[in-house]
């Protein structure tokens, strides 16, 4: 995020999006000067690290985002364990969601990787981000994908941060659970 948030500054778009840069063990404490703010993000990459578990120990909502290819399943289930361990420790009503990443349209191994998420203890969002150009086009600008003109990407970061803002507050959201609607 410090690169996508450089160029933003360099290229002068407005609004600037403040970000730091905290590595090692401590994000946990970190987190705590940035109260007030209404919303804090912490991207700690999926590397099991000092850094990777104190930012799991601080969020209130962890998203962990999946590619639907085995390599990521398995990658994710070790992260889901990994959690699990964090939130059992740190005694909290952390919640735990699968956002599917870079989907392309309906493939088996998609499926399969929707189904294998189902199995595992945590819920999915129902929104998926879909792979198209734009995000990638979005980051090299400085902008996020909702600046550019893609309206399907558009869509889908605006369902996606719709069920977010549900969660922040406190209301109920349709995710998957096991393969069900709530």
């Known amino acids: 995020l410090i690169e996508?948030?450089?160029v933003r500054f360099r290229n002068n778009i407005e609004p600037l999006?403040?970000?730091?840069?905290?590595?090692?063990?401590?994000?946990?404490?970190?987190?705590?000067?940035?109260?007030?703010a209404d919303l804090v993000i912490i991207d700690s990459g999926g590397k099991d690290s000092s850094t990777f578990r104190s930012s799991i120990a601080a969020a209130d909502l962890l998203i962990i985002p999946v590619i639907p290819s085995q390599l990521d399943i398995w990658a994710t289930e070790t992260t889901c364990e990994l959690a699990r361990q964090i939130q059992e420790a740190k005694d909290t009503s952390m919640e735990i969601r699968f956002l599917i990443n870079q989907q392309?349209?309906?493939t088996l191994i998609g499926k399969r990787a929707v189904e294998?998420?189902?199995?595992?203890?945590?819920?999915?969002?129902?929104?998926?981000?879909?792979?198209?150009?734009?995000?990638?086009?979005?980051?090299?600008?400085?902008?996020?994908?909702?600046?550019?003109?893609?309206?399907?990407?558009?869509?889908?970061?605006?369902?996606?941060?719709?069920?977010?803002?549900?969660?922040?507050?406190?209301?109920?959201?349709?995710?998957?659970?096991?393969g069900e609607k709530h």
């Open 116 to 178: 294998t998420l189902a199995s595992l203890p945590f819920e999915q969002f129902n929104t998926s981000l879909y792979s198209r150009n734009a995000f990638k086009v979005s980051i090299e600008q400085g902008k996020g994908v909702i600046e550019l003109n893609d309206k399907k990407a558009k869509e889908e970061v605006n369902k996606l941060w719709t069920e977010i803002l549900a969660w922040f507050n406190g209301g109920s959201y349709a995710t998957q659970k096991h």
């Open 4 to 6: 996508f948030a450089s």
């Open 104 to 106: 392309r349209a309906v």
């Open 17 to 36: 999006v403040p970000v730091t840069n905290k590595e090692g063990g401590k994000v946990h404490v970190e987190i705590k000067k940035y109260s007030k």
